[in-house]
């Protein structure tokens, strides 16, 4: 099949949908297909796939959930794109965040293709598809096949959308955290290593970890935080550090992937504390791989991955006394936090991008039948590729 991956997001800047695109298109390439993907881009930046990458206008910042959406605003794309895909007569157009400004939405206005969505965000507030909702109804009936990566993703966008949705999750690269990551040989000095990974944005909780760490330093010296993950500490951050002044909190700022799997390596414990508005949880996923515990917050996106007790803790949100007193746990009982990590690294092998691409294709086929039936009544279906 030909296969046309259009993401809303600067494909030259990092980030969960960016990554999630990048990846699939990879996978169903092995696969045999034909995957060009369209995206926004930064023209002073460095794509990481620059054969099948097709730019699409130029990125602006704009907030978003606590965060910043680099998208394309150029309406001089509407004829760009209509030539385009006229010129290429891609089979499927899977667009992520559909809905999301502006190529997903000129795409499918110009798409005479199988339209396949994937909604990727989740947050506490109806805020993304409430503005604009009578508009955009229109293009999300355009597509012929919706997915979700999560339950937590399906129940915010089926409360504007009420449809029929198709769960695929998102994969991770497995054997990149599991397999030959050599832990930084400065932290192995018989301390226990806690982890967090993520952007520095208030959304990621990191304050209620900092609070948490703090506490605990006091009463288990032997311990250490590392936080890796691009951006500046917040005003409460640096009160908490200024404040208590804890030891061993080492700021790593954002590191490349492949130091990312050392860190995880490095890490005897994982913690996500997240304040909510996450869909899925990628980092939780790379900490299992690493075969690392995980202590959590008990939000959606999150507690639809972790069991609590099976493959970690979870804690509720914003309580830096439960999130304290699960890190001891696991620090004062470390044959249990491996029994976690074991557990979980063979949890993880279901997202394994093989197994997910395969379920995408497998929709892909599902919706070009369903098409193909409405179109002629006939019952015929595309016969799938062996």
Aim: glycine share 8%; aromatic share 10%.
């Amino acid at each position: 099949m030909k296969v046309a991956m259009v993401s809303p997001y600067d494909f030259t800047w990092p980030g969960g949908v960016t990554a999630h695109v990048s990846q699939l298109a990879r996978e169903l390439n092995l696969l045999g297909h034909q995957v060009q993907v369209l995206a926004p881009h930064s023209p002073s930046r460095e794509c990481a796939e620059p054969d099948t990458f097709v730019p699409l206008g130029r990125s602006v910042p704009v907030p978003s959930g606590g965060s910043i959406a680099r998208v394309s605003l150029s309406w001089w794309l509407y004829r760009k794109i209509r030539d385009l895909l006229e010129r290429e007569s891609f089979d499927i157009i899977h667009l992520h965040e559909p809905l999301a400004p502006i190529l997903p939405l000129f795409v499918l206005e110009h798409s005479n293709a199988v339209n396949i969505g994937t909604f990727h965000a989740y947050y506490n507030r109806q805020h993304l598809y409430r503005l604009g909702h009578p508009i955009v109804k229109r293009w999300h009936q355009r597509l012929h096949g919706r997915i979700a990566v999560s339950p937590a993703a399906m129940s915010y966008v089926q409360r504007r959308f009420p449809m029929e949705y198709k769960i695929i999750p998102n994969g991770i690269d497995v054997d990149h955290f599991a397999q030959g990551a050599e832990p930084w040989p400065q932290f192995q000095d018989g301390k226990t290593n806690i982890l967090f990974v993520g952007r520095l944005e208030k959304r990621k909780g990191l304050k209620y970890l900092l609070q948490a760490y703090s506490r605990l330093k006091w009463e288990l010296p032997n311990i250490r935080l590392i936080v890796v993950g691009p951006g500046n500490l917040d005003k409460d951050s640096h009160r908490i550090l200024g404040a208590s002044n804890p030891q061993d909190v080492v700021l790593a700022g954002r590191v490349s992937y492949d130091h990312l799997a050392r860190y995880y390596a490095t890490a005897d414990i994982f913690c996500a504390p997240a304040t909510g508005s996450e869909s899925f949880g990628i980092v939780l996923l790379e900490a299992m791989a690493a075969g690392k515990p995980v202590v959590a917050s008990d939000i959606d996106g999150y507690n639809g991955i972790i069991r609590h007790g099976r493959q970690g803790l979870l804690f509720p949100k914003r309580d830096t006394e439960a999130m304290a007193s699960a890190l001891r746990f696991l620090v004062l009982n470390p044959d249990l936090a491996q029994q976690l990590g074991k557990t979980g690294r063979m949890m993880v092998e279901q997202y394994r991008w093989s197994s997910v691409a395969k379920q995408v294709e497998s929709y892909y086929y599902d919706c070009i039948a369903t098409v193909k039936q409405q179109q002629d009544g006939s019952g015929y279906a595309w016969q799938r590729a062996v």
